[in-house]
């Protein structure tokens, strides 16, 4: 029982107590107050009756003087006993009370004392009189003044109920308060909560408050130095661009990440005789162009999340644009955008290439090298390379292609595991696959998911994964993870449905991993929030993939009920030989484990890697390597 | 078994004692502790009452072992001398007061209701039954036989059986004379303490102002330790 109820009963039992006490009380001092009045009435009775039964002592008159008294109807009794104790005359009334229950007359019983008196006869004694007053008109005072203290009782208890629950309903207040806030810090959320006006509650809510500041400034200071470590790992110092090493793991994530886009393009930009450069301008005016330089890049890629910008060493830059199938554009962009930054005839070189999912990224790199190379032919600012020659569908047949698939039921999955670090399995990670009636094969996600989010189809697909999800949960013991869009997350009609699914298989939820990508994540912050809290009440564990990629920003993980992480393979790339790294994946694992959040490395490849990841700590590892460990 | 005996005549003889106790204290009902009422008579009405009422109390007790008939007629001749006739007003500065024994005996003079209840009190205390006495307001006759001029008069009367002829024991007469010899006096009505507090149950509880005179005054006469 709560404290709320408990408090109410309380109160309210102490009101019926004190209100049944005062009313008993009350009542029965009415009671001794009508008997002794009906006492002084018989006395008084008796006393004028003698009186007059003395001065006309014939026994015809005292019959006439008694019943006169008796038929006034105020006496229930007048006895006149003679002097040797012999009854001579009785009048006795055994009218019962008006309108007054028996039960209440039987409940309190009012018992009236005789009045007694001589009659004398001359100076003969002649007798006795005794009378008893009626008690019907006592028990009809006594019943309305019972009835009335019942209706005071009745509506005092209401409005003592009322003002009971007005004033728990203010102190529960707090207390419900202080109940959400301890629940969230077992779940490892901080949330403060306004302090109450009571004395006690306030220094308990004071103390919590300022615990859950301390632990949440703890955890910023944290990601504070998590972001540190991770800007001066994969950040080059001058530019601000990312470095050669983190485009590397990000160019390797484009070329074999299940979920990544079929194919993209790279482009290489070369600013001419640096040393040249460096020799008229100076040192500080030098890095002030390539500052300048990467400013230019980077806003081109502003607008595509996926896109990164890169200085890969001296005069070399790139950017990585997945899903770009010509550089064309782009490269041409560039040029006219970076070429009149410094007065010189010559200053930049872009290559260009495309590339599809499952290339090598050294064959990539030797493509996009060979075009610089090409363009540097021509000596002034030039751009050349090549671009994508696939046979593209148009948008509109993906539509309804899609539509279809999704209509007939079409898609198929495919699952990678996800090993714990002694090479058991965590989880699958599950994603859809389409087959394509034109090669014969199947189709990844990372070659429909674009058009799908163009047409606002991934929710839809989102719950038809789920649902095979949870169809493969009941056919075997192995939990799952699957990848939600932020769409989805945002989309409140696919979180009730998703609700709907989960209600119908509780048993399965606690098996079912749901993970977001932290590229669209920053955006939809909020939404997220309502999404992991509603998915982790239904039972299911709740991640981040991608992890750490979004630099400037990293989601506040206190805030979330997380379960896991999954560290985006950009770092994980040839970890071995970045110190690095290696100190920023620690630092996420540490801050991971005080929450208790698991973490987990993607794109792992080799040994070296997966060794140098079980001595940072980390819960889990996913990429080629599960190939060969996993048991 | 022989414990058990001797435990049940231990309790037998308990619940005996505790028999005779209050059979001993309902006999002795109408009488007095002289030692307690002559300390509240000290405190309520001073040393004089307490030394008078000392002085009716050595007396009494050498009346208890007489007939009623001789008990009435010393008690009559002993209030008749000891207390001096003198109106309410003066005494009391009232019209009409019924002062206790021990006022009467502290002032030393009463008019004719404090000698009748003062008579009534002693001989309630030498174990006359209550029934037998009676308090009677009557018409004095006063200016011989053929007078006309009345005034308001009490007596007490005195019935050996409930049908005999009263004896009369008045202030104005030192002899006690039955109600016959008494032609000057016409009773009116007349009362005793019986069914005042009819029960046990009816100790005053109420305001003294509602109480009746009589019942007021057998009030006072508790608090003197006087149980008539």
């Known amino acids: ?22 009313s008993a009380l009350s009542i029965q001092s009415a009671r001794s107050y009508l008997e002794e009045q009906l006492f002084t009435q018989s006395s008084d009775g008796a006393t004028s009756l003698a009186l007059s039964m003395s001065q006309n002592a014939d026994p015809v008159s005292a019959e006439l003087l008694i019943s006169a008294l008796f038929d006034s109807g105020h006496f229930q009794q007048i006895r006149y006993i003679d002097e040797h104790g012999k009854l001579i005359i009785e009048r006795h009334s055994a009218t019962p009370p008006d309108r007054v229950p028996e039960w209440f007359v039987r409940l309190l019983p009012i018992e009236p004392q005789y009045g007694k008196a001589l009659v004398s006869r001359g100076w003969e004694q002649a007798g006795s009189i005794t009378v008893v007053a009626h008690t019907r008109f006592a028990y009809a005072s006594l019943w309305t003044g019972f009835k009335r203290l019942l209706l005071w009782m009745v509506l005092g208890g209401i409005g003592v109920g009322f003002l009971a629950t007005l004033f728990l309903n203010w102190l529960k207040r707090p207390i419900v308060q202080m109940v959400q806030q301890a629940e969230a810090i077992s779940e490892r959320r901080f949330i403060t909560v306004p302090e109450p006006s009571v004395k006690e509650l306030r220094i308990v809510i004071r103390a919590m408050n300022a615990m859950v500041m301390r632990v949440k400034s703890m955890f910023d200071e944290q990601a504070e130095r998590i972001q540190q470590l991770r800007h001066d790992a994969n950040r080059d110092s001058v530019s601000g661009l990312a470095n050669r090493a983190y485009l590397m793991g990000r160019l390797n994530s484009a070329l074999s990440d299940h979920d990544a886009a079929p194919y993209g393009s790279l482009l290489l930009l070369r600013l001419h005789d640096l040393q040249e450069i460096n020799r008229q301008l100076g040192r500080q005016a030098t890095d002030r162009l390539l500052v300048r330089v990467a400013t230019r890049l980077a ?11 890169a200085r890969l060493n001296g005069a070399d830059f790139a950017v990585l644009a997945p899903e770009l199938d010509s550089g064309q554009m782009l490269a041409e962009q560039l040029l006219a955008a970076i070429a009149p930054l410094a ?34 032919l021509q000596h002034g600012n030039a751009c050349s390379g090549q671009s994508q020659n696939t046979t593209q569908q148009t948008s509109g047949q993906w539509e309804m292609r899609l539509r279809e698939a999704i209509r007939l039921q079409q898609f198929q999955t495919a699952s990678f595991p996800v090993l714990h670090l002694d090479g058991s399995l965590l989880h699958h990670e599950m994603v859809l696959r389409l087959p394509d009636p034109e090669s014969g094969g199947l189709l990844s996600a990372g070659q429909f998911m674009p058009y799908a989010a163009r047409y606002s189809l991934l929710p839809q697909l989102d719950l038809i994964t789920i649902r095979l999800a949870l169809e493969r949960l009941a056919a075997g013991p192995d939990s799952i993870a699957v990848n939600i869009a932020p769409q989805s997350v945002r989309d409140a009609e696919f979180r009730q449905e998703l609700g709907r699914l989960l209600e119908q298989r509780r ?56 379960s896991y992480l999954k560290i985006d393979g950009s770092f994980i790339h040839e970890i071995d030989q970045h110190p690095g790294n290696q100190h920023m994946v620690q630092a996420i694992v540490g801050i991971a484990r005080s929450l208790g959040i698991l973490t987990i490395a993607e794109q792992v490849r080799s040994e070296a890697e997966w060794r140098q990841l079980q001595e940072l700590g980390l819960s889990g590892m996913t990429g080629p390597v599960t190939r060969l460990q996993h048991r | 078994m022989p414990t058990r005996t001797p435990l049940l005549q231990r309790h037998v003889l308990l619940i005996l004692a505790i028999l005779c106790c209050l059979l001993y204290a309902s006999s002795r009902s109408s009488a007095w502790d002289p030692g307690r009422i002559s300390q509240l008579m000290a405190k309520l009405h001073g040393a004089t009452a307490a030394r008078s009422f000392d002085e009716l109390n050595r007396y009494t007790a050498s009346l208890r072992s007489l007939p009623d008939e001789d008990k009435l007629k010393r008690v009559n001749e002993y209030f008749n001398r000891r207390i001096r006739f003198e ?8 019209a009409d007061y019924w002062a206790t024994l021990g006022e009467t005996l502290a ?22 039954a209550a029934e037998k006495l009676r308090l009677t307001y009557v018409k004095a006759r006063i200016g011989g036989a053929s007078s006309s001029v009345t005034v308001a008069h009490m007596v007490l009367a005195y019935y050996a059986t409930p049908d005999s002829e009263p004896l009369i024991l008045d202030n104005l007469l030192t002899d006690i004379k039955p109600a016959s010899s008494r032609p000057d006096l016409s009773p009116v009505f007349s009362f005793n303490n019986e069914g005042i507090f009819a029960g046990s ?16 005054l057998l009030l006072r006469l508790q608090a003197e330790g006087i149980e008539p």
């Open chain 1, 1 to 22: 029982m709560s404290i709320y109820r408990q408090l109410w009963l309380g109160i309210l039992a102490l009101m019926i107590i004190l209100f049944i006490g005062s």
């Open chain 1, 299 to 309: 806003n081109a890629c502003n607008d595509h999340p996926d896109w990164l910008a």
């Open chain 1, 343 to 376: 007065d010189m005839p010559w200053l930049v070189n872009i290559g260009f290439t495309a590339y599809s999912h499952d290339e090598d990224s050294s064959t990539v790199l030797a493509r996009a090298d060979h075009a610089l190379a090409q363009s540097e």
């Open chain 1, 507 to 562: 048993d399965l939820a606690q098996r079912l991993w749901l993970e977001v990508s932290e590229n669209g994540l920053t955006l939809e912050l909020d939404s997220f929030a309502v999404f992991a809290s509603e998915m982790s009440h239904a039972g299911c564990r709740i991640g981040i993939e991608h992890f750490g990629r979004q630099f400037g920003s990293m989601p506040r993980l206190y805030d979330l009920p997380l």
């Open chain 2, 87 to 94: 109106d309410d007003q003066l005494v009391w500065k009232q």
């Open chain 2, 107 to 128: 002032k030393g003079a009463g008019d004719c209701e404090d000698f009748t209840i003062a008579k009534f009190v002693t001989l309630r205390e030498l174990g006359i």
């Open chain 2, 201 to 216: 149950a009816q100790r005053p509880s109420a305001g003294v102002d509602r109480l009746s005179r009589w019942k007021d």
